[in-house]
T-cell receptor, first 117, second 106 residues
């Protein structure tokens, strides 16, 4: 397996534009997580899915952020409209079952570096 | 919610052992403790996890206190490639704290 795949790796956009980040989890993993990382706030959990269903989106900062998982092999994180303070590295991770310690290693993608100017 | 506490930073010389502490005083009896690390410009990667017993793998060892209120990640011989931010977390929600930034000097 190629691991968790995120695209694009880098995104530069103008304030007010819509941004869509994409993630392909590892096949067979039931859980998918979206994170945002900045120097000031560290690694923040935004939302996670179990079997394509959003379980906890309490970390999503504003209504401008939305995430979907239409099937087991694809998820998107959308920001509309984007603002300069959204500039960060966004990570996607997948896990078989984080509550089952025998099978709970999570795998992270390489991240998408978003710059909003 | 069970939180973890780690020192912000630690330093080591190459080839020396490193002991990275973590306090998790509110952890429940069935919660595993997981450790991840994040190398520069990469996503976090899994290091090791345990419940009550000490654990060893090819990357590190994990020593868990008898009362389970703390644990220590042990790198037996630090290398320059071990320079990273190390996080101890509860695995169910994969919520990361600020971690410990480890610097390794040649």
């Amino acid at each position: 397996d190629a691991g968790v795949i995120q695209s694009p790796r880098h995104e530069v956009t103008e304030m007010g534009q819509e941004v869509t980040l994409r993630c392909k989890p590892i096949s067979g993993h039931d859980y998918l997580f979206w994170y945002r990382q900045t120097m000031m706030r560290g690694l923040e959990l935004l939302i996670y899915f179990n079997n394509n269903v959003p379980i906890d989106d309490s970390g999503m900062p504003e209504d401008r952020f939305s995430a979907k998982m239409p099937n087991a092999s694809f998820s998107t994180l959308k920001i509309q409209p984007s603002e300069p303070r959204d500039s960060a590295v966004y990570f996607c991770a997948s896990s078989p079952n984080p509550s089952d310690a025998s099978d709970s290693e999570a795998f992270f993608g390489q991240g998408t570096r978003l710059t909003v100017v | 919610d069970a939180k973890t506490t780690q020192p912000n930073s630690m330093e080591s010389n190459e080839e020396e052992p490193v002991h990275l502490p973590c306090n998790h005083s509110t952890i429940s009896g069935t919660d595993y403790i997981h450790w991840y690390r994040q190398l520069p410009s990469q996503g976090p990667e899994y290091v090791i996890h345990g419940l009550t017993s000490n654990v060893n793998n090819r990357m590190a060892s994990l020593a868990i206190a008898e009362d389970r209120k703390s644990s220590t990640l042990i790198l037996h011989r630090a290398t320059l490639r071990d320079a990273a931010v190390y996080y101890c977390i509860r695995p169910d929600k994969l919520i990361f704290g600020t971690g410990t930034r480890l610097q390794v000097f040649p």
